[in-house]
């Protein structure tokens, strides 16, 4: 695959398809930007990535914490090229026994907070006329259990600030997708199936999870040049699951 | 190369116009027609150029209505209430600034100018 473009930020750098995908993209000659939010996200990354020191880089992002967002941006520079999102708080809580201030947190930290980060990296792509974006969603944001209505709602909120940044700047050369993976065997979907087995894989139509190598393989085709004409869109990638009843 | 004549250059390749056609007193929106995609890039290469950080809606006057209607519901003269809001205009260029408010968006060339010298200073 050919690439237009070299350093990626990864908001969400310390989770396990961040890591998978980091190994793929330095594989491809890419440099991985790796964002963390704490110092066990930090170890993580530095665990996990050892097999490939200098290849690539990792800085401190908290959600929420609007400093960061500067602080790692003098550190990055104006080199980005493409910037992958995996960040994601975590709430699961029903709507209506939902902690009040967590509500007003969770959303200022999942939506106001990252289109702070995305003004600020559209605007650094801007001087080179050229970025790349990509924000991993969930299937869950149309899909919802019980208890993920907000998880839901940040999704399907910040999909649209992609969207919409994509249609703005589209002409100036940067563009994004949504990718909206189903149950992956990973992170909190592996510790979902685990929990409620073979019953949550036998709604999806190819009968599996997806996998993190192949969600990883599926980021790096849509950073590269031969998916350029893919903007603004959300793509699916649930093995069907969303197809069907 | 001055700061108006980089202002120039940008404005230039950014709305594809000739040079000839920007002087301190032109109208960025009621002459130039810029859109306000073309402002975003214009603050990004401001940016970019001078090496500051840029406020879209400081430079680019966006609240200046806004402020007008609060000093009038606080009974508060209008000129010296944007003298504390605007202070990188001076108090001779709010007071063309407010005659000129029916006419239009009111930014010039010239107010950008004089938001890079005092974001520089």
Request: aromatic residues 10%; charged residues 25%.
């Amino acid at each position: 695959m050919k690439f237009t473009g070299n350093r990626v930020i990864i908001l969400g750098g310390s989770c396990d398809l961040a890591i998978t995908l980091s190994g793929f993209m330095i594989e491809a000659g890419l440099f991985p930007i790796l964002t963390y939010r704490n110092e066990k996200g930090r170890e993580y990354i530095l665990k996990n990535m050892e097999s490939f020191p200098k290849k690539y880089s990792s800085f401190y992002l908290e959600l929420g914490n609007r400093d960061s967002i500067d602080s790692m941006l003098q550190q990055t520079g104006d080199e980005i090229d493409f910037m992958v999102d995996f960040a994601q708080g975590n709430f699961e809580s029903l709507i209506a026994s939902a902690d009040s201030e967590s509500i007003y947190s969770y959303f200022a930290e999942n939506i106001s907070f990252r289109t702070e980060v995305l003004k600020k990296v559209a605007r650094i792509m801007m001087k080179k006329k050229r970025g790349r974006l990509i924000f991993i969603s969930s299937s869950a944001a149309t899909r919802p259990n019980p208890g993920q209505g907000f998880y839901a709602a940040a999704k399907l909120a910040s999909e649209a600030i992609y969207k919409n940044l994509g249609l703005e700047l589209g002409g100036h050369g940067i563009t994004t997708v949504t990718l909206r993976p189903g149950y992956i065997d990973s992170g909190r979907g592996r510790k979902f199936i685990q929990t409620h087995g073979k019953e949550v894989i036998n709604k999806v139509p190819i009968k599996r999870a997806i996998t993190k190598k192949e969600v990883a393989e599926a980021i790096l085709f849509y950073l590269s040049d031969s998916a350029a004409g893919f903007n603004a869109n959300e793509i699916l990638m649930d093995g069907g699951l969303t197809a069907g009843k | 190369m001055d700061i108006l004549e980089n202002i120039t250059e940008i404005l230039a390749e950014i709305l594809d116009i000739e040079k000839h056609n920007i002087t301190p007193e032109t109208y960025l929106i009621r002459e130039l027609g810029a859109e306000s995609i073309d402002l975003l890039e214009l603050a990004v290469a401001i940016n970019s150029r001078f090496n500051i950080d840029v406020n879209d809606d400081e430079i680019f006057l966006r609240k200046l209505r806004q402020y007008a209607t609060e000093a009038k519901q606080q009974n508060n003269a209008v000129l010296q209430y944007l003298v504390e809001k605007l202070s990188f205009l001076s108090s001779k260029r709010l007071e063309e600034i407010i005659a000129d408010l029916e006419g239009g968006l009111t930014l010039k060339v010239k107010d950008l100018i004089s938001y890079i010298e005092w974001k520089k200073s």
